[in-house]
């Protein structure tokens, strides 16, 4: 069922620990079959190195399983939240990527330094508020999606790929599960600059707003020339 | 003898460098048979390429080697101390990786300042007291035992697997010589992401508790729904 | 057409992400026949594991393409800027790498803390001026060349071999293509240890200028005595 | 002619980009046949892929080539004028290894920290003074083995097997090359882990010196007991 969606799924999972952007069993990246409204999604605590496209779950928009034999990741009602709300995406990841997660730990977002930024999004990567004790000690991993859906605030989440929780760590988008992982290495990279930035100099402004936006329609806008036509 | 047991035991000492935990000989890890009374440990400054199973030392809960040609471990009498005082472990690893070892350097405890420490334990990372002169010229690696079962506090030393020895480097421990590794790596991680957090945001506050809490009790509480059933 | 040169400029190519100067796709390297007044340059987003001589695109002093299927990168009017300032150079690398971009973001020069740096150059590293939002909204890589030119000061760009763009990354350039990667392999790890010097010791100064000056002297001056006759 | 030395100096050489401590080809490992006074040494600026014993060159404790064809490194007589003041040695590295370096480059002996360093030796990293002008545009190589002698105050080298020179890195040297190979690693490992220490909390203050004095001698002194008999 759905087996290329699976295998797709898998490649993506794959990826994360290839990119260094996950340790032990940490992170899960899924993609979604909008006309059957299935969500493909790495199983829970399984080892990245004995992981098959036959351990991907399918679960239905409610977070239900649909397919499969394992326990979908404890992060899938976060997933679901996200594919309902944003329906342009097709693909998420998770991970607590070391530098990333540790904005998110200094409950910070990470302010637009510089030209990598901007080819990845136009303004800083937004923080989701807390979860309040209700929220945590109900229905906890919905609750992170919400949080993250408000963080956009009405944002094209396809402009704006990617956000941190607050004391936890970062989720990505994109079209499809690839582009979800491209947007979490990439940003990764820009978490990491931002914050040698600010020990090499603790007043660092962010880049001036014609180059950001530039960057940012150079390689995303109507006008995009960057990559192959 | 006992030559399953020294094999799990040496696949966890071999695990320490392929996980990045530890430089040139440094380092160690241990099990236990807790019926026989008998502790498997690596050998003092064997190079890890080279370690068989034959390299690893049968000791019992005295110290005293019962098996094998190699002097163990100089921080033997540390671990069969933890063993001794800690009935439910059945691993025990030490490192000076990298940046727990900075924090004990540093002389603070590990604040949890995020979810993935909330993963491992529900509080800071206990700094053991230093040791006395007396303490040092006498019986020094049982004595470092001592500090550490006295950081523990009385806790449950599954709840709390690891604890930092003051001006040393750390020691983790688990329900088996596997566990103590995993431990260990996820140690070195949280220790990286606490020290990243600060240089961001020097003041950076400890996670809201009933985040900790939540995360905590999702992987290990008794409604635990984290990884297959 | 020019088959030598379009290999070498792969070879440049290849060695970025060998040597972890690059992330995904980023970073191009370049190379000019003089004779022929035409530049060998990167395509623009293509992978690096499938880049062959066939992708490299040869591109003539005005930046219009002369051979090839693909789109060369966007950065090509920067090379080509280059290329007609400073007629001595024969290669040009652009990377986003880590440290030295973090110097770029944090809009600070590179001073000169120690004898690696002065093995490469005299004096700090220069940090171009940020660009008018009359200049990026026009011919923005062209004038990012402008800004890179002035930078320089009228310094031989042999002896000074790159310069960073502020808020974007670094330019390095040597008389063939490999002599420029091998100028950004430098320059990251000059840029990495000025960043760390100043984590140790915020009010690091610079070298004392006979020793910086015998330094780069012994390496590059008309008395070298490094490396082989 | 002494081809076994050659080839021990070859493999110290190698180990020195195996351990991630040396860019390009930056650092030299030599080591010394004292019954005829010769020293093998790295060939200068020669690439580590493609170095073979014949690249190796034999000098005498003047400096003076005594066998090979290439040119030795150019930090010859550093190494020559070690070998004369400290009899009891019989190998020397040098690097720009990233942290030893930054401690160099910051101008900072390294604090003594934590037992990792007490397990090197016993006191802080010494720090030489600065060259003068004219020690650098007399004798530069020379005068750099003179202020390392200096450093050492008197010290056994072989229980202060280490020191930096001033803005430009570590020397470090042992009973033959491997050991001071051995040496390179625990410097690299001991100054990362002392600015990371830093870096978690600034006032950090040295190990209590009953325990330094303790793990040194547990490891080197008379009543040694780390490692096999």
């Known amino acids: 069922m759905l087996a290329a969606l699976r295998e797709e799924v898998l490649r993506a999972n794959l990826a994360l620990p290839a990119h260094g952007l996950v340790t032990l069993t940490w992170g899960n990246a899924s993609g979604i079959d909008r006309d059957r409204g299935l ?3 790495k199983p829970s605590g399984v080892a990245y190195e004995s992981m098959t496209a036959d351990d991907i779950v399918l679960v239905d928009l409610a977070g239900e399983t ?4 394992r326990r979908p990741s404890t992060d899938t009602p976060t997933h679901v939240a996200l594919y309902r709300a944003f329906p342009g995406i097709g693909g998420i990841v998770h991970t607590h990527s070391t530098w990333a997660t540790s904005w998110a730990q200094a409950q910070r977002e990470i302010p637009l330094l510089g030209t990598t930024h901007a080819d990845l999004c136009a303004e800083s990567i937004p923080l989701a508020r807390g979860l ?3 929220e945590v000690s109900g229905d906890y991993e919905g609750a ?3 949080v993250l859906i408000d963080a956009l ?3 094209d989440p ?10 936890h760590g970062p989720f990505c988008w994109g079209t499809d599960p690839a582009a979800a ?6 940003l990764e990279e820009v978490a990491r600059m931002a914050a040698l930035t600010v020990l090499i ?3 660092s402004g962010p880049l001036a707003a014609h180059v950001s936006a530039k960057h940012f329609e150079r390689k995303h806008g109507p006008h995009a020339y960057y990559g192959q036509p």
């Open 144 to 146: 992170t999606g919400t």
């Open 201 to 203: 100099e603790p007043g």
């Open 66 to 69: 649909a397919w499969g034999e």
């Open 39 to 41: 969500v493909a999604i």
């Open 132 to 134: 309040t004790a209700d």
């Open 181 to 186: 992982v491209q947007c979490a290495v990439t």
């Open 153 to 155: 605030a009405g944002r």
């Open 158 to 167: 396809l402009q704006m790929p990617c956000a941190l929780v607050r004391g």
